[in-house]
């Protein structure tokens, strides 16, 4: 636990602040209120000159060594306060990064930036008027992003807006998320409503019937709205782990109860775990137009798939893959994660080399992630991962090798105690991008959740602003409750789409 005296006094949002900006330098750090023994000091001051120029600087001590650091910038003029403390965070941020950097001699590529969709603010300046010159050159310098990441949104953007000319127009239709919570077995990384399936006590049926429900019931308020849909995503969970009868029964009623289902621009189902993919399933899926699927290796190394709990092997994948792409799926996405138990550059390089006799038409990298919940953080200690180090090498590899093999990059994430602070990312073979994952990315429509543990964002089309809303996660407490689920949901629905007109 590194210990981190700042001079001045701050409020517990600056406090956070400054808490992301240290854990990506130690693994953790803590702001204490007194300068002690071990802690690194940081001093701080901020001065604004007559000409409204804010300037503020740092300086961090540590033995006998001073780092130094200061920014300067106009003070926004005619702003609100929220929007000048936003700036002031920002320079002070900025800062605080420098002397970070300076001191542990590391280079944060994404600067400032601590939260998960920086691709947001690439957009937010391209709608202030900016060109792509401008934005890079106000990510570098705002925000101390590294000019390779600048360009790496830039190209996403341009893809984005391929793939989806009306993205920023979205915003009067909505898309559908489904989540179904059940796997075969729980991966040793996983946080999603994910619950073994056995088909004891009746439980997935009762699942079922209130997924049919709420399908039915959003279904209806739509269809009366005439609401037109954009996308559907069946998640989970792996949706492929219900029986083939249940699945086709499920899309039927999503074909019965949805409006304009022939306009859906996509419908993707996550058949993420191959020892779930069946022919019988994939006949459905073909039945109801399911355009989309992913079926997710993770790895192409045995050891490693048994040590992360996904009790199936390298070759069920390679031939569930085959199975499907042979049956007629013709738009397959596939999931590799960096930073695996036990894995470094051989390891990826041979996941790399199998996933190019498949060539899917995306390929999303991860990177793996310590999220609080899962069994992988818990026991933290049985784990053995890459260092930062291996991981940035990884990335770079993956990096290479989309390009060799004419994919583009066209989502990114980036999530907390992510392995060497990088990211994760969508590559697609040109106009095969998931224009849902672009949606829920760039946040620019409400998207309904249905089922377990769907988190539901209700967009106000005129200010933008987002409410979430979250269905439970446990199929238990769902079975029980998702009546009054469905009532919540379309109060928000009433709420943000007031004027539209319903037909009889
Ligand atoms: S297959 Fe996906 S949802 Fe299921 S347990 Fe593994 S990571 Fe979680």
């Given at each position: 636990m590194q210990k981190i005296y700042i001079t001045g006094h701050y409020e517990q949002d600056w406090i956070r602040m400054f808490t992301h900006l240290a854990n990506l330098f130690f693994e953790q750090s803590k702001l204490v209120s007194e300068d002690q023994e071990d802690t690194l000091t940081v001093k701080m001051d901020v001065k604004k000159d007559s000409g409204n120029v804010l300037s503020v600087h740092a300086q961090l001590l540590h033995a006998d060594n001073i780092y130094h650091s200061s920014f300067s910038e106009h003070e926004m003029a005619d702003s609100s306060e929220k929007e000048k403390s936003r700036q002031l965070k920002r320079i002070y941020s900025h800062v605080f990064l420098d002397v970070l950097e300076q001191f542990t001699h590391t280079n944060q590529s994404w600067g400032i930036l601590t939260g998960i969709r920086p691709m947001k603010l690439y957009h937010k300046y391209r709608q202030l008027g900016h060109d792509s010159e401008g934005i890079t050159k106000l990510l570098m310098k705002k925000h101390r992003i590294?000019?390779?990441?600048?360009?790496?949104l830039g190209t996403i953007e341009q893809v984005q807006l391929q793939a989806i000319p009306d993205l920023h127009n979205l915003q009067d239709e909505v898309s559908i998320y489904i989540g179904i919570p059940f796997c075969p077995t729980?991966?040793?990384?996983?946080?999603?409503?994910?619950?073994?399936?056995?088909r004891k006590n009746g439980r997935v049926e009762s699942f079922l019937d209130g997924l049919h429900e709420e399908i039915k019931e959003i279904g209806a308020w739509l269809k009366k709205r005439n609401k037109k849909i954009t996308t559907i995503y069946f998640g989970g969970g792996t949706p492929t782990s219900i029986e083939a009868e249940e699945m086709d029964a499920l899309y039927k009623t999503?074909?019965?109860s949805f409006p304009h289902m022939k306009e859906v621009r996509e419908v993707t189902v996550e058949a993420g775990r191959p020892d779930t993919i069946t022919p019988e399933k994939i006949e459905v899926l073909k039945k109801w137009n399911i355009d989309r699927i992913s079926v997710n290796p993770q790895s192409y190394t045995d050891e490693t798939l048994k040590a992360i709990g996904r009790h199936h092997s390298v070759q069920e994948t390679i031939d569930k893959f085959w199975l499907s792409r042979n049956m007629g799926m013709k738009n397959i996405n596939m999931d590799l994660i960096i930073g695996l138990p036990n894995e470094g550059m051989e390891e990826f390089q041979h996941s790399l080399d199998e996933t190019e006799k498949m060539q899917p038409e995306s390929l999303t990298i991860h990177?793996?992630?310590f999220k609080t919940a899962s069994e992988m953080t818990r026991n933290k200690d049985k784990y053995k991962v890459a260092d930062r180090e291996i991981a940035e090498q990884m990335m770079h590899l993956g990096e290479c090798w989309t390009k060799e093999n004419g994919y583009l990059p066209?989502?990114?994430?980036?999530?907390?105690n992510i392995l060497g602070n990088l990211e994760n990312v969508g590559y697609a073979k040109p106009g095969e991008e998931s224009i849902y994952n672009i949606?829920?990315?760039?946040?620019?429509?409400t998207i309904i959740g249905i089922g377990c543990g769907a988190s539901s964002k209700f967009m106000d089309p005129v200010t933008g602003k987002i409410t979430q809303f979250q269905n439970p996660k446990d199929p238990a407490a769902y079975i029980l409750t998702f009546q009054d689920y469905i009532d919540k949901k379309i109060e928000h629905l009433e709420r943000i789409f007031p004027d539209t007109i319903v037909v009889d």
């Amino acid at each position: 636990m590194q210990k981190i005296y700042i001079t001045g006094h701050y409020e517990q949002d600056w406090i956070r602040m400054f808490t992301h900006l240290a854990n990506l330098f130690f693994e953790q750090s803590k702001l204490v209120s007194e300068d002690q023994e071990d802690t690194l000091t940081v001093k701080m001051d901020v001065k604004k000159d007559s000409g409204n120029v804010l300037s503020v600087h740092a300086q961090l001590l540590h033995a006998d060594n001073i780092y130094h650091s200061s920014f300067s910038e106009h003070e926004m003029a005619d702003s609100s306060e929220k929007e000048k403390s936003r700036q002031l965070k920002r320079i002070y941020s900025h800062v605080f990064l420098d002397v970070l950097e300076q001191f542990t001699h590391t280079n944060q590529s994404w600067g400032i930036l601590t939260g998960i969709r920086p691709m947001k603010l690439y957009h937010k300046y391209r709608q202030l008027g900016h060109d792509s010159e401008g934005i890079t050159k106000l990510l570098m310098k705002k925000h101390r992003i590294s000019k390779e990441k600048a360009n790496l949104l830039g190209t996403i953007e341009q893809v984005q807006l391929q793939a989806i000319p009306d993205l920023h127009n979205l915003q009067d239709e909505v898309s559908i998320y489904i989540g179904i919570p059940f796997c075969p077995t729980k991966c040793a990384y996983c946080t999603f409503p994910a619950y073994a399936i056995h088909r004891k006590n009746g439980r997935v049926e009762s699942f079922l019937d209130g997924l049919h429900e709420e399908i039915k019931e959003i279904g209806a308020w739509l269809k009366k709205r005439n609401k037109k849909i954009t996308t559907i995503y069946f998640g989970g969970g792996t949706p492929t782990s219900i029986e083939a009868e249940e699945m086709d029964a499920l899309y039927k009623t999503m074909y019965e109860s949805f409006p304009h289902m022939k306009e859906v621009r996509e419908v993707t189902v996550e058949a993420g775990r191959p020892d779930t993919i069946t022919p019988e399933k994939i006949e459905v899926l073909k039945k109801w137009n399911i355009d989309r699927i992913s079926v997710n290796p993770q790895s192409y190394t045995d050891e490693t798939l048994k040590a992360i709990g996904r009790h199936h092997s390298v070759q069920e994948t390679i031939d569930k893959f085959w199975l499907s792409r042979n049956m007629g799926m013709k738009n397959i996405n596939m999931d590799l994660i960096i930073g695996l138990p036990n894995e470094g550059m051989e390891e990826f390089q041979h996941s790399l080399d199998e996933t190019e006799k498949m060539q899917p038409e995306s390929l999303t990298i991860h990177t793996l992630s310590f999220k609080t919940a899962s069994e992988m953080t818990r026991n933290k200690d049985k784990y053995k991962v890459a260092d930062r180090e291996i991981a940035e090498q990884m990335m770079h590899l993956g990096e290479c090798w989309t390009k060799e093999n004419g994919y583009l990059p066209y989502y990114l994430y980036r999530q907390k105690n992510i392995l060497g602070n990088l990211e994760n990312v969508g590559y697609a073979k040109p106009g095969e991008e998931s224009i849902y994952n672009i949606i829920i990315m760039e946040e620019v429509q409400t998207i309904i959740g249905i089922g377990c543990g769907a988190s539901s964002k209700f967009m106000d089309p005129v200010t933008g602003k987002i409410t979430q809303f979250q269905n439970p996660k446990d199929p238990a407490a769902y079975i029980l409750t998702f009546q009054d689920y469905i009532d919540k949901k379309i109060e928000h629905l009433e709420r943000i789409f007031p004027d539209t007109i319903v037909v009889d």
